[in-house]
Every structure is written in C-alpha cells, then in structure tokens.
C-alpha cells in the first residue's frame, strides 16, 4: 500500500525558534500533498494542499509567512513553522493522494509539536 | 451548521455487539466518502470508502444517501480492537478539491 512517512515524529523548542517538518510518499509519486493540524479532541483541519512544483494553497486564517510550505520533488514536501510559539504546539499530519487531489489520502504518522 | 457532522460519542458497547455511526454533510456538491478511523495519537488510515450502492468489507458496512446527504457505518460483532474514533471525511470539488473531516465518533469496545 501507499506509505507516508513523516519527520520529526515528536519536537519540543523555544518560542521564537523555526521547525522544520519533512513529509515523504515512500513508494509512489504524489502529485499533491496535504497539511493538517488537529488540537486535542479536535479534529483534522486542513492548513494548505501543496502541489509540486507550485505554490501551495492556504486554507484561511492559515498565515503563509508563517506554515512555510515546499513542494521540491513529487515525494517530498516540508513544513516549516516559523517563529513557533506556545499557541502552534499541536499534532501536524500530512496526506499525500496518488491521483488527484480528490482521491483516497493516506496519512503520515504525524509530528508532535511542542513549543515551550 | 458544520460541513461534516457526527455524534461525537462516545458508543461504549460489549463485544460483539453491533455499533452504527451516522454522519451528514451540508454541500450538495459533494463527491467522495470516506470512513477513517483515527487511534489515540495516531494518523488516521482509511477503513472503506463509501459509495452509493453500499458496501461491504467484512464486518463493516458502508452506505450513502445523496438524497438526505447522510453517510453510515455499520460494525457487526465488534472486537475491543475496534476501539478507536471514526472520521467520516467528504471531498468536494468546488473550483479545486476541498476535503472535510468531521469531528469523529469514538468507539470503546468492551470484555
């Protein structure tokens, strides 16, 4: 089956320090990727779809200077939380679909962010 | 009126019981249907997709009802390792592909 893999699996920083999250399709080219965060008992909400090649769509009230989102190659896409603060401490998954970005997605394990 | 809407639970039910999830969508344009169950502290992974005849993957039954724009899914002899939360996630395509995941249902499944 499709595998994504993510990394860092957990983080802990300083406020005001920059991380960056890498997400990789393991076995396939995924032309689109997906960003999510989800707080505790919340569910998945949607940063940004990322694209390669292309800049990445943001959902509102995502700020871009903020997620940085890089889609170099059709496996790999990276999430960089600038600036982190407390507030950004949250559970970021990314999703990666083989086809278009309507079809199945399949998840990475997640990155834990704790900013303190 | 959230977009995607589920009872958030929890269905705490004994083995082998048989547990059913609604869930409803609000847009009208929506296009696929999908269950995910989420563990605590996991990445949710797809369990079926949904489609308008209904179907079938061993214990778990899947339908959708364009109609009331309502989703189901049906867990027949449940096993303590179906405690987990299910996501009931809708794409739509309106000008670009959009997908929305509801709040989830959680499931605890008990000797």
């Known amino acids: 089956g499709a595998v994504v893999s993510q990394h860092p699996s957990w983080v802990i920083c300083k406020s005001g320090t920059s991380v960056k999250i890498e997400c990789r399709s393991l076995?396939?080219?995924?032309?689109?990727m997906f960003w999510y965060r989800q707080f505790p008992k919340q569910s998945l909400m949607l940063m940004a779809t990322?694209?390669?090649?292309?800049?990445?769509?943001?959902e509102q009230g995502v700020e871009k200077d903020k997620f940085l989102i890089n889609h170099a190659s059709l496996t790999l896409s990276t999430l960089t939380v600038t600036s982190a603060h407390p507030e950004d401490s949250s559970f970021y998954i990314c999703?990666?679909?083989?086809?278009?970005?309507?079809?199945?997605?399949?998840f990475g394990p997640g990155t834990r962010l704790l900013v303190l | 009126r959230k977009e995607v809407e589920q009872d958030p639970g929890p269905f705490n039910v004994p083995e082998g019981a048989t547990v059913a999830f609604n869930c409803t969508y609000s847009?009208?344009?929506?296009?696929?249907f999908f269950w995910y169950r989420q563990d605590c502290r996991k990445e949710p992974k797809l369990l079926m997709s949904?489609?308008?005849s209904g179907n079938e993957d061993g214990r778990f039954t899947a339908q959708l009802n364009r109609a009331s724009q309502y989703i189901s899914l049906l867990i027949r002899d449940s096993k303590l390792s179906d405690s987990a939360t299910y996501l009931c996630?809708?794409?739509?395509?309106?000008?670009?592909?959009?997908?929305?995941f509801g709040a989830g249902t959680r499931l605890f499944v008990k000797a």
């Open positions: 847009n009208s344009a929506s296009q696929s």
């Open positions: 999703s990666a679909t083989l086809a278009g970005p309507g079809e199945t997605q399949y």
């Open positions: 996630v809708v794409t739509l395509n309106t000008g670009g592909f959009k997908t929305i």
């Open positions: 949904v489609y308008s």
């Open positions: 076995d396939f080219q995924a032309t689109t």
């Open positions: 990322s694209n390669e090649g292309s800049k990445a769509t943001y």
